[in-house]
């Protein structure tokens, strides 16, 4: 594995922070942010990096995440990422965005540098969350043409305590209402 210094890149890594959107490299992007963090670099700049076929705006019900290209049946999305942290602490912050992974793991995915957390509830998604290996992954359950926003079911027990009380604002659930 290259060390920081070793990579091409890194001249303009520690000139510009904004540089590592050309940063490919999972293992290179992970050593610009053990480097960012010696400089006072934001976190955000150097997580965001690989959101590049996501966008958030506005939706039907708030900002949404929405399509900047298509997406095939089973494509991977998006990553759920932030803090992993016990079922206990996660009651403890008891912030909407966290997301249960195993009966011992949540990940709060509450920090604004993880843009998943923008994916909107809808009755009818076209996507789902998926574990592998307690990591979780938005994966498109349909093709998702260009410009479409994701969504994914958030659960039973969060519709029913969350959403239901207020009323859902899904594309199914509107057009139901009228």
Not at 26 to 52: C, P, W
Not at 81 to 93: A, L, M, T
Request: proline share 3%.
């Amino acid at each position: 594995m290259l060390s920081l210094s070793q990579h091409p890149v890194s001249k303009r890594v520690r000139r510009n922070a904004e540089i590592l959107k050309y940063v490919q490299d999972d293992a290179v992007r992970e050593l610009a942010f053990e480097y960012g963090k010696k400089y006072h670099m934001k976190k955000s700049v150097i997580k965001n990096t690989h959101h590049d076929d996501v966008k958030v705006k506005r939706g039907i019900s708030g900002f949404g995440l929405f399509a900047k290209r298509e997406f095939a049946r089973g494509e991977q999305i998006i990553e759920y990422r932030g803090d992993r942290i016990s079922e206990k602490e996660g009651d403890r912050r008891g912030n909407l965005y966290i997301m249960n992974v195993s009966p011992r793991v949540n990940i709060d995915g509450s920090p604004r540098w993880n843009i998943a957390r923008y994916a909107n509830h809808s009755c009818k998604p076209n996507a789902e969350a998926v574990d592998y290996s307690g990591r979780v992954y938005i994966v498109a359950k349909r093709r998702i043409s260009e410009g479409e926003e994701v969504t994914y079911n958030y659960g039973k027990d969060y519709f029913d305590k969350i959403i239901f009380p207020k009323g859902c604002r899904c594309v199914r659930c509107d057009e139901l209402r009228r």
